[in-house]
């Protein structure tokens, strides 16, 4: 089980988002990866392996943890990361985490 | 880049029987893995099970045991997912995803456009 908090953050363009997932079981291998949506879209990817980037995405997007612990910060934000993002572990029976919602404030 | 293309939105009685296709175009599945991902509006998206096409190596998710089947057809490079025993607690956007390896894959860009499943008497 994969736990997002907060579960809404509001923060203004140009702050730094810092997101958290906690997982009730180690994830083995840090088989972890992050996605944002935005309405009406499938999630795209942004992080997998709990830090590794996606290709093409930008480098203001960063992940790291271990274990049961994970974070994903975007460092300066943009218009456009205000989105929902989740945690996904793909280790044993793969599932989402219950979300963050990064709205502007 | 491999695109993934899926049916378009079903309305369906409780019930009934579901079955979405997820077609590969501009490449083939190779040794990737397609994973189904349902998600109702605002909630999070739920894991529902994966194949291997060429291999036809398929996993599901513990709560869908039973009720869910994905099969491949090579020939044509699509994959199916088929829900039987519909209610409306299954009334969802179903997406597929391709990941690159079977064991350890996390869906990478891009995901299929998602189906609408409307259960409805």
């Known amino acids: 089980l994969l736990t997002q908090s907060p579960g809404t953050l509001s923060l203004s363009p140009g702050e730094r988002a810092t997101l958290s997932c906690g997982a009730s079981?180690?994830?083995?291998?840090?088989?972890l990866a992050w996605y944002q949506q935005t309405p009406g879209q499938a999630p795209r990817l942004l992080i997998y392996?709990?830090?590794k980037r996606a290709t093409g995405v930008p480098d203001r997007f960063s992940g790291s943890g271990s274990g049961t612990d994970f974070t994903l910060t975007i460092s300066r934000l943009e218009p456009e990361d205000f989105a929902v993002y989740y945690c996904?572990?793909?280790?044993?029976?793969?599932?989402f985490g219950q979300g963050t919602r990064l709205e502007i404030k | 880049q491999v695109q993934l293309v899926q049916s378009g939105p079903e309305v369906k009685k409780p019930g009934s029987s579901m079955k979405v296709s997820c077609k590969a175009s501009?490449?083939?599945?190779?040794?990737?893995?397609i994973n189904w991902v349902r998600q109702v509006p605002g909630h999070r998206p739920e894991w529902m099970g994966k194949?291997?096409?060429?291999?036809?190596?398929?996993d599901y998710a513990q709560r869908f045991q039973g009720r869910v089947t994905i099969t491949a057809d090579k020939s044509t490079g699509t994959v199916y997912m088929e829900l039987n025993s519909l209610t409306s607690e299954d009334t969802a956007m179903y997406y597929c995803?391709?990941?690159?390896?079977?064991?350890?894959?996390?869906?990478?860009?891009?995901w299929g456009q998602g189906t609408l499943v409307t259960v409805s008497s």
């Open positions: 501009g490449g083939t599945f190779s040794a990737n893995s």
């Open positions: 079981q180690t994830v083995n291998n840090n088989y």
């Open positions: 996904y572990q793909y280790s044993d029976s793969p599932s």
């Open positions: 392996g709990a830090s």
């Open positions: 194949i291997m096409p060429i291999l036809g190596m398929t």
């Open positions: 995803g391709r990941a690159l390896n079977f064991y350890d894959g996390f869906m990478v860009d891009p």
